[in-house]
């Protein structure tokens, strides 16, 4: 299955971001900033990281409900499997 390079492009922008945010994440605790705020910043990078996985899954979805062969059952399920690891 190959996946849409707006898609692709998309998710990667979206994970330069959260290397940037583990970037941060790794300064404030080396500075000793407030709990509150690290985990603040902790739950916003997990946020990106889930959406940058869901937006990989849905557009495998997508093709693979767009086709009606065997193939795209099994890749389906495999999806399904992928989806419930995120979630």
């Known amino acids: 299955m190959e996946l849409n390079e707006d898609v692709l492009s998309d998710v990667v ?3 330069r971001r959260a290397q ?3 970037g941060g994440l790794v300064q404030m605790i080396e500075d ?3 709990c509150k705020d690290v985990i603040i910043q902790l739950a916003a990078v997990s946020r990106a990281l889930d959406r940058a996985g ?3 899954i849905a ?5 693979c409900v767009s086709d009606d062969s065997e193939q ?3 890749d389906m399920a495999q999806l399904e499997k ?3 690891t995120l979630a």
Do not use: I, P, T, Y
């Not at 557009?59 to 093709?63: A, F, I, P, R």
């Open 13 to 15: 922008k979206r994970l």
């Open 20 to 22: 940037g945010q583990v």
């Open 32 to 34: 000793g900033r407030d």
């Open 54 to 56: 869901f937006k990989l």
């Open 59 to 63: 557009s495998g979805l997508e093709q």
């Open 72 to 74: 795209a059952k099994a």
């Open 82 to 84: 992928l989806f419930l």
